[in-house]
């Protein structure tokens, strides 16, 4: 027999031949490629050398009981084995080897066809389809038609359907109540044309009907030739814990955004974790402020045993609960019956099949413990992973629960009460005062209501600062809440407003409490290291003799302390009618002022000052002048007061100022010979130096010099304690604009104050003038007036000048000018330059000025 090795070298499979000494005499092409070796190395050596190692032991007497058996074919062609390459890598090779006969001689003649990727196909089925069946996740697998033809073990352990039960039909077929899955079992094959994979959860249903929630994932096997779906492959994972967990959050915060009461919301929780984990009985306790315990739900617990549980005290060993909230940490206690952390309380009425507890403590986010959240169970043992699940969720939701439950008591404490005093507010008391009344009515009982102001408080804001105005409040409602009887009430109303509420108290008794109220809080205040002495205005209102509702008492009382401030502060005043009427009167014409200022609708008139000892003109006063269409004209004096009273002042001042330096700006451009012109300020725009930013524009807006403008300040800021008023007047002074004291001699200002002040004139009130001629106390007054201005250097200017013999009279003590109805009357600005012309063409000496009937000067 010869062989065709030419043909053998060109043999896709692996062809190698051995003698009867087994070493190798042919290694073909296909042989070198397959063990990664040229033919040239392996050639004439045993055979051994392409054997794997594990297999060359046994290979030599393998090979010497086959040439003794006289089989030829000794391996079939299904016979795999392992080759190791040369650079150590394996393959796997299909072996058939056969006896052969040539010149008398023995070979064996090996075909090897390389397997490696079929071998390895295999194994990663094998692979594949240990991890399926030993897997927890359940694997379903369908043809094409997403019809099902495999199911691994879980799936069994899950649904209870082995896969001769559901081979055949759509996956969830079985595993859904009235086919409520049928449209996703029907659609899968077209979905999956569109993508690769896809997940749904779905609520599936076992062979018992129990509800099991999966995470369904599909993905799509398809022929690697083609690219047709040939199979598809679905993991299912078990998320009911999951889905329980989400279930039992989600009504809880639906509970919670509901404002549901804590204990509902409690109880809700304890019900819900019952429900899912069977054989535990659930509590939820809150920890009070004091440590003390108060259970919120445990509805599955004893009554008696909630019940002797309330009021306990936390401690390091007060049972699980007790001893969890004190430490802060989570208590498990595995035998009740044994633990010494129930030593002190085998008396509590627990369940006898309550073997073990385990609490934990419910955290705010600051860290304190609100509360704790236990387990009870019917033996003794540790939580589960899944009770540990459930607490995470619960220990968080109890705390979100608690920390609601405490801000809406926050702000429901912030809408009754004021946050600096920690008095009730404004609406806590007239809920207060309703309720109050409707008792006083139907017991026929008399109240009192006393409304407090504190007198001056905005100077201690403006020049003390905020903080300490606040201090002084604090102490002014802890001195008024000393001072109250039992079952009163003080509020904080705002600002520097304060009510008391007193029962059965009628007028008589309500001036007592009032007087010593006055004295008591007229003792000086220590704040910031400053001894502060204060005092305060109060308004009285009766029910039912002055109100039978709340706001209108409140009105009423308001209005009565605004009576008290007028009259001079410090004082109580009790409400009337008539007091009522004139508040309302003086209401609607300050609101009428308040438009005219703002529609500029205020004039200015001026009137003369003439010099005595010459006739010539000394200067002009700048007067304000109201006429109210409904109100006609208004007295200075009473619009000047309500400016002040309700704080438009201010306004009124720099709209004097503005437009006297503008009439003055137009009289010096005009050539007329205005020595000056004098500007009233109220006590008021003292207390600020925006004043004097205010004169020192119009002075440069207009091109004036500070001589120009003289400014009248009454005794009230020599006499007002406000610290700025001195600081202003200077700072005015040192402008070069001349201060003048206007009516002089009318109040109570002492000449030492009168020496501090940078006073260059003096203006003797009017009511001196009215007994000059005939009464001799009024013109040894005047003298004195005259003798103390001209001794401190002052120029002295008399008001109110109306006969000639009162000029004369003042001519003989040496007045320096005069001012009234003998020179002019307050004229419009065309009247006045009038008056100067004629005042001109007739000449300036003393006849002139004494010459003038005030008739002719209206």
């Given at each position: 027999?010869?062989?065709?090795?030419?043909?053998?070298?060109?043999?896709l499979?692996?062809?190698?031949?051995?003698?009867?000494?087994?070493?190798?005499?042919?290694f073909?092409?296909?042989?070198?490629?397959l063990?990664?070796?040229?033919?040239?190395?392996?050639?004439?050596?045993?055979?051994?050398?392409?054997?794997?190692?594990?297999?060359?032991?046994?290979?030599?007497?393998?090979?010497?009981?086959?040439?003794t058996?006289?089989?030829?074919?000794?391996?079939?062609?299904?016979?795999?084995?392992?080759?190791?390459?040369?650079?150590?890598?394996?393959?796997?090779?299909?072996?058939?080897?056969?006896?052969?006969?040539?010149?008398?001689?023995?070979?064996?003649?090996?075909?090897v066809?390389?397997?490696?990727?079929?071998?390895?196909?295999?194994?990663?089925?094998?692979?594949?389809?240990?991890?399926?069946?030993?897997?927890?996740?359940?694997?379903?697998?369908?043809?094409?038609?997403?019809?099902?033809v495999?199911?691994?073990?879980?799936?069994?352990?899950?649904?209870g359907?082995?896969?001769?039960?559901?081979?055949?039909?759509?996956?969830?077929?079985?595993?859904?109540?009235?086919?409520?899955?049928?449209?996703?079992?029907?659609?899968?094959?077209?979905?999956l044309?569109?993508?690769?994979?896809?997940?749904?959860?779905?609520?599936?249903?076992?062979?018992?009907?129990?509800?099991?929630?999966?995470?369904?994932?599909?993905?799509?096997?398809?022929?690697?030739?083609?690219?047709?779906?040939?199979?598809?492959?679905?993991?299912?994972?078990d998320?009911?814990?999951?889905?329980?967990?989400?279930?039992?959050?989600?009504?809880?915060?639906?509970?919670?955004?509901?404002?549901?009461?804590?204990?509902?919301?409690?109880d809700?929780?304890?019900?819900?974790?019952?429900?899912?984990?069977?054989?535990?009985?659930?509590?939820?306790?809150?920890?009070?402020?004091?440590?003390?315990?108060?259970?919120?739900?445990?509805?599955?617990?004893p009554?008696?045993?909630?019940a002797?549980?309330?009021?306990?005290?936390?401690?390091?060993?007060?049972?699980?609960?007790?001893?969890?909230?004190?430490?802060?940490?989570?208590?498990?206690?595995?035998?009740?019956?044994?633990?010494?952390?129930?030593?002190?309380?085998?008396?509590?009425?627990?369940?006898?099949?309550?073997?073990?507890?385990?609490?934990?403590?419910?955290?705010?986010?600051?860290?304190?413990?609100?509360?704790?959240?236990a387990?009870?169970?019917?033996?003794?043992?540790?939580?589960?992973?899944?009770?540990?699940?459930?607490?995470?969720?619960?220990?968080?939701?109890?705390?979100?629960?608690?920390?609601?439950?405490?801000?809406?008591?926050?702000?429901?404490?912030?809408?009754?009460?004021?946050?600096?005093?920690?008095?009730?507010?404004?609406?806590?008391?007239?809920?207060?005062?309703?309720?109050?009344?409707?008792?006083?009515?139907?017991?026929?009982?008399?109240?009192?209501?006393?409304?407090?102001?504190?007198?001056?408080?905005?100077?201690?804001?403006?020049?003390?600062?905020?903080?300490?105005?606040?201090?002084?409040?604090?102490?002014?409602?802890?001195?008024?809440?000393?001072?109250?009887?039992?079952?009163?009430?003080?509020?904080?109303?705002?600002?520097?407003?304060?009510?008391?509420?007193?029962?059965?108290?009628?007028?008589?008794?309500?001036?007592?409490i009032?007087?010593?109220?006055?004295?008591?809080?007229?003792?000086?205040?220590?704040?910031?290291?400053?001894?502060?002495?204060?005092?305060?205005?109060?308004?009285?209102?009766?029910?039912?003799?002055?109100?039978?509702?709340?706001?209108?008492?409140?009105?009423?009382?308001?209005?009565?302390?605004?009576?008290?401030k007028?009259?001079?502060?410090?004082?109580?005043?009790?409400?009337?009618?008539?007091?009522?009427?004139?508040?309302?009167?003086?209401?609607?014409?300050?609101?009428?002022?308040?438009?005219?200022?703002?529609?500029?609708?205020?004039?200015?008139?001026?009137?003369?000052?003439?010099?005595?000892?010459?006739?010539?003109?000394?200067?002009?006063?700048?007067?304000?002048?109201?006429?109210?269409?409904?109100?006609?004209?208004?007295p200075?004096?009473?619009?000047?007061?309500?400016?002040?009273?309700?704080?438009?002042?201010?306004?009124?001042?720099?709209?004097?100022?503005?437009?006297?330096?503008?009439?003055?700006?137009?009289?010096?451009?005009?050539?007329?010979?205005?020595?000056?012109?004098s500007?009233?300020?109220?006590?008021?725009?003292?207390?600020?130096?925006?004043?004097?930013?205010?004169?020192?524009?119009?002075?440069?807006?207009?091109?004036?010099?500070?001589?120009?403008l003289?400014?009248?300040?009454?005794?009230?800021?020599?006499?007002?304690?406000?610290?700025?008023?001195?600081?202003?007047?200077?700072?005015?002074?040192?402008?070069?604009?001349?201060?003048?004291?206007?009516?002089?001699?009318?109040?109570?200002?002492?000449?030492?104050?009168?020496?501090?002040?940078?006073?260059?004139?003096?203006?003797?009130?009017?009511?001196?003038?009215?007994?000059?001629?005939?009464?001799?106390?009024?013109?040894?007054?005047?003298?004195?007036?005259?003798?103390?201005?001209?001794?401190?250097?002052?120029?002295?200017?008399?008001?109110?000048?109306?006969?000639?013999?009162?000029?004369?009279?003042?001519?003989?003590?040496?007045?320096?000018?005069?001012?009234?109805?003998?020179?002019?009357?307050?004229?419009?600005?065309?009247?006045?330059?009038?008056?100067?012309?004629?005042?001109?063409?007739?000449?300036?000496?003393?006849?002139?000025?004494?010459?003038?009937e005030?008739?002719?000067?209206?």
């Amino acid at each position: 027999m010869e062989l065709n090795f030419a043909a053998l070298t060109q043999c896709l499979d692996a062809v190698v031949f051995i003698d009867d000494k087994n070493d190798i005499v042919f290694f073909n092409a296909a042989a070198e490629r397959l063990w990664g070796v040229s033919a040239d190395t392996v050639l004439h050596k045993n055979v051994r050398c392409l054997v794997p190692p594990e297999m060359r032991a046994h290979h030599d007497d393998f090979i010497a009981r086959h040439r003794t058996s006289g089989v030829n074919r000794i391996v079939g062609s299904s016979r795999e084995m392992p080759i190791e390459r040369c650079d150590g890598s394996r393959v796997w090779g299909q072996l058939a080897l056969t006896a052969i006969e040539l010149n008398d001689a023995s070979y064996y003649a090996a075909f090897v066809r390389d397997v490696t990727e079929d071998v390895s196909r295999r194994e990663q089925l094998r692979i594949l389809s240990l991890v399926a069946e030993t897997t927890g996740r359940i694997v379903l697998v369908t043809d094409s038609h997403a019809r099902i033809v495999y199911v691994n073990h879980a799936f069994t352990e899950m649904f209870g359907y082995a896969l001769p039960d559901v081979a055949g039909t759509l996956p969830f077929d079985r595993l859904s109540k009235d086919h409520e899955h049928r449209e996703l079992s029907e659609g899968l094959v077209e979905r999956l044309t569109t993508t690769t994979g896809f997940t749904e959860e779905v609520l599936l249903h076992d062979s018992s009907g129990k509800g099991v929630w999966v995470s369904a994932t599909f993905n799509r096997v398809q022929d690697d030739a083609t690219g047709e779906l040939r199979n598809i492959v679905a993991v299912l994972a078990d998320i009911t814990q999951t889905k329980q967990i989400e279930e039992l959050q989600r009504d809880v915060l639906a509970a919670i955004v509901s404002d549901e009461p804590l204990a509902d919301v409690a109880d809700l929780i304890c019900t819900k974790v019952e429900a899912i984990a069977p054989g535990v009985l659930c509590s939820l306790i809150s920890v009070t402020d004091d440590g003390q315990l108060q259970p919120l739900a445990g509805r599955s617990l004893p009554p008696s045993f909630t019940a002797a549980v309330t009021g306990l005290t936390i401690g390091p060993k007060v049972g699980a609960c007790g001893t969890a909230a004190f430490l802060g940490e989570p208590v498990l206690v595995e035998d009740i019956a044994t633990s010494p952390l129930w030593d002190d309380f085998r008396w509590l009425p627990l369940p006898p099949e309550l073997l073990a507890c385990w609490s934990i403590p419910v955290k705010l986010r600051c860290g304190k413990v609100a509360g704790t959240f236990a387990f009870y169970f019917t033996d003794r043992r540790t939580p589960s992973p899944w009770h540990q699940q459930i607490v995470n969720a619960c220990a968080g939701l109890s705390a979100l629960a608690m920390e609601r439950q405490d801000s809406k008591r926050h702000i429901d404490r912030l809408a009754t009460m004021d946050t600096l005093t920690g008095l009730p507010n404004r609406s806590e008391l007239l809920r207060v005062m309703g309720k109050e009344i409707l008792r006083a009515e139907a017991l026929q009982l008399p109240l009192t209501f006393l409304f407090l102001d504190l007198d001056h408080f905005k100077d201690v804001n403006d020049t003390l600062g905020h903080s300490t105005g606040d201090q002084l409040l604090v102490e002014m409602a802890r001195r008024l809440k000393a001072q109250l009887r039992t079952g009163d009430m003080v509020a904080r109303i705002g600002g520097d407003e304060f009510v008391i509420l007193i029962h059965n108290c009628r007028g008589d008794e309500a001036s007592r409490i009032a007087s010593r109220l006055l004295e008591y809080l007229a003792a000086p205040f220590n704040v910031e290291a400053l001894t502060l002495a204060m005092s305060v205005s109060i308004g009285i209102a009766l029910y039912p003799d002055h109100g039978v509702d709340a706001e209108t008492l409140l009105k009423h009382a308001d209005t009565a302390m605004y009576e008290a401030k007028r009259e001079g502060r410090g004082k109580f005043r009790f409400f009337t009618e008539d007091l009522n009427q004139r508040v309302q009167s003086r209401l609607v014409l300050s609101v009428a002022l308040r438009k005219a200022i703002q529609s500029h609708a205020l004039k200015q008139y001026y009137q003369p000052q003439v010099r005595i000892d010459t006739g010539t003109l000394h200067g002009v006063e700048a007067l304000t002048r109201w006429h109210d269409p409904v109100h006609g004209d208004v007295p200075a004096p009473r619009f000047i007061a309500l400016a002040e009273e309700y704080g438009l002042i201010s306004g009124i001042d720099q709209w004097g100022v503005e437009t006297a330096c503008a009439q003055m700006a137009k009289w010096r451009a005009e050539g007329r010979p205005v020595p000056h012109i004098s500007v009233n300020l109220s006590p008021v725009s003292f207390r600020s130096d925006a004043i004097v930013d205010v004169i020192v524009e119009e002075l440069r807006r207009h091109q004036l010099t500070p001589s120009d403008l003289r400014v009248e300040i009454t005794e009230r800021v020599m006499m007002d304690q406000h610290p700025n008023s001195l600081a202003t007047a200077r700072a005015i002074e040192a402008l070069g604009v001349r201060l003048a004291m206007d009516d002089f001699g009318t109040g109570y200002s002492s000449l030492s104050a009168l020496a501090r002040l940078p006073i260059a004139e003096l203006k003797i009130d009017r009511s001196f003038m009215l007994s000059l001629e005939r009464d001799q106390h009024a013109q040894a007054l005047a003298t004195a007036v005259i003798r103390i201005g001209q001794s401190l250097g002052m120029t002295v200017v008399a008001e109110g000048v109306e006969t000639d013999k009162q000029m004369r009279l003042l001519q003989e003590l040496d007045c320096d000018a005069a001012q009234g109805y003998l020179f002019a009357r307050a004229l419009a600005p065309a009247d006045f330059e009038g008056w100067l012309e004629g005042r001109l063409a007739r000449g300036c000496g003393p006849g002139a000025a004494t010459g003038v009937e005030p008739a002719s000067l209206t």
